[in-house]
Every structure is written in structure tokens, then in C-alpha cells.
């Protein structure tokens, strides 16, 4: 076990916290977003699944990484949209609907994939680039500090920086203001000239754009290629980790800290001899654990004020 703890205590893994947290804290983020306006955003797992493949082949097309962090970002908004239109439109349930953009995006990609790659499994063919990394001046030479947050990918510090553009959004814009009000009352909010459909279109659309950089992530900074169903479960565990943070841009960016954290163990313990299947579950094991705490807290919370 003394190999595990001294790399738990290590610079390197706290970086990789950092690294793995990205497309889950793009993705809560998101999710935030689109609670608040009163929409539970389901199909983040078909977002970030999408956009890592639009990412991967439009990059490998024209050569460049940025074009391909567009056409992700532009896919999690058009999935977000499509909900929008299922839902707001059509009347669909929100659940049932976002259930079935993750299913689609599930096998649609590899159908996708296998049509331009010819290639079920992984797009190893596709000459797809990756987004840099970005050196810290002065940060970078400062010890333990500089090995953590001195060097990662220009997506992890984009992450950072959507915290606070995110909460800046919510709380101190009319439009946050807006958004907040629908959600928490949607006929008073109608009752004063507020659109609701439009408020939560445009809410789904940032929430699809933030999936969509979680999603890129996954195959243009965490590696460098897609495959099948590359996300496993993310989009999931960023329902957790909004809930988990109540809601609120700060709380999700330290529940996915929380989740960032098992994730890199669970890659860490895959070095020693632990059965594979074991490691793998560790991040899902976590989150229903959280879960369940949380949960009971809150069920003796609301006995409490009843009270």
C-alpha cells in the first residue's frame, strides 16, 4: 500500500485530480445551468459523447484543434436545442427524452464513426489534433504549486475560469436573474413579460456548450482519439456532483473535485495488483455513496424544520 499513499501525496497526482475533474466540472456546470431555468438536463452523457466525436473528426479535416473544440461546443448546442425542441415544444418528458439523445448518441456515434473511419472502436485512423497545453508564467516555478497548476491543458484552465464566469452569469446578470426566476416560478415569471421557452432554450444551448468542452476534453485533451462510449457515465456523475453542490456553480465545482479525486485514484491503483474490474468501479461506487449520505441528510433536514 506505501506505493499507492506516496502517490497520492505526489505533486503528479494532484494534477491528474485536476486533468480528470475537467469534463465533469464542464458538464455540472451545465447542468447547473439548466436546472436553475427549471430543466433537468438528462442527455449530458449523449453531449459529451457527441461533441468528443464531432471534435475528433472535425479537427482531423481541416487540421485544426480550435475548429475542432467549435464543432464540439456547436454539437452539445445543437443536442441542447433538439432537447429544448422535444420538450418545450413537443410536450416530451424530459427524462424519457433525454434518455433517448443518450441512447442515440450511444450508437450513433459509432455508426458515425465506422462511416468515416470505417472504424467501430476507436479513431485511431483519423489524424484528429489536440488541444495544448499551456505553460503558467512565474506559477510554473514555484515548487509543488507549479508541478499542480503549472502546466495542463488550456481546457482545464478554461474549466476554472467557467466557475466563475458561471456564477458571474447566474448572479449578477438580468438575464441570470431571468433564468432563476423561471425556474423557480415560471407563471410569475410569464406574468411579468419573461419568455419561459425562450429563457430555457437559451439555457439548454449553455448547457450544451458547456457539455460539449467537457466532451472535447475527453478526446482532444485527455487523449487524443475517441472511442466507443468514451465518456462512461460522466454525464451522470455531473447530475450527482450539481446536486451534490446544491445547485450552485461553487458546489459543483467542489463535488466534481470530489468525483476528480476517485477518478485519479482509480487510474492510479490500476499500477498495482488490483483486480481491473474493482478499480473501474471506485468513481460509480463514490457517487451512489455520496449520494446516499446526502440524501439522508436532507430527508433529516426536512423532518427537522417540519419539526
Do not use: C
Not at 198 to 225: D, E, N, P, Q, T
Request: avoid cysteine; charge should be positive.
Amino acid at each position: 500500500m506505501h506505493p499507492l499513499l506516496k502517490a497520492v501525496f505526489s505533486a503528479s497526482f494532484a494534477a491528474s485530480i485536476l486533468r480528470v475533474t475537467t469534463p465533469i466540472l464542464f458538464a455540472s456546470l451545465g447542468a447547473v445551468v439548466a436546472d436553475l431555468s427549471g430543466v433537468v438536463n438528462i442527455a449530458l452523457e449523449g453531449m459529451m459523447l457527441i461533441s468528443a466525436l464531432m471534435g475528433v473528426i472535425a479537427s482531423a479535416f481541416t487540421g485544426s484543434a480550435w475548429v475542432g473544440f467549435l464543432a464540439g461546443v456547436a454539437s452539445g448546442i445543437l443536442v441542447g436545442l433538439v432537447l429544448g425542441y422535444f420538450h418545450l415544444k413537443l410536450r416530451t418528458n424530459v427524462i424519457l427524452a433525454g434518455i433517448a439523445l443518450n441512447l442515440l448518441a450511444a450508437q450513433g456515434t459509432v455508426f458515425v464513426l465506422y462511416a468515416v473511419a470505417h472504424d467501430k472502436g476507436v479513431s485511431s485512423s483519423l489524424p484528429s489534433k489536440v488541444m495544448p497545453e499551456v505553460q503558467l508564467p512565474i506559477i510554473k516555478d514555484i515548487p509543488v504549486l507549479g508541478a499542480i497548476i503549472g502546466k495542463q491543458n488550456i481546457l482545464t484552465y478554461l474549466s476554472l475560469i467557467a466557475v466563475v464566469v458561471v456564477y458571474l452569469f447566474l448572479y449578477k446578470t438580468s438575464f441570470g436573474l431571468r433564468l432563476r426566476a423561471v425556474g423557480e416560478n415560471p407563471d410569475a415569471a410569464d406574468s411579468v413579460g419573461i419568455s419561459v421557452h425562450k429563457v430555457r432554450f437559451i439555457a439548454l444551448a449553455i448547457s450544451g456548450a458547456l457539455a460539449g468542452m467537457g466532451g472535447v476534453h475527453l478526446s482532444m485533451g485527455y487523449v487524443s482519439w475517441f472511442s466507443r462510449n468514451m465518456t462512461s457515465g460522466r454525464g451522470y456523475i455531473a447530475l450527482a456532483a450539481k446536486a451534490l453542490g446544491r445547485n450552485h456553480p461553487i458546489g459543483a465545482f467542489l463535488a466534481s473535485l470530489l468525483f476528480g479525486v476517485t477518478d485519479a485514484l482509480s487510474n492510479y491503483m490500476q499500477s498495482l495488483r488490483v483486480p481491473g474490474e474493482f478499480v473501474q468501479m471506485i468513481p460509480y461506487v463514490v457517487t451512489l455513496v455520496v449520494l446516499a449520505v446526502y440524501s439522508g441528510r436532507q430527508l433529516k433536514w426536512g423532518r427537522f424544520s417540519n419539526e
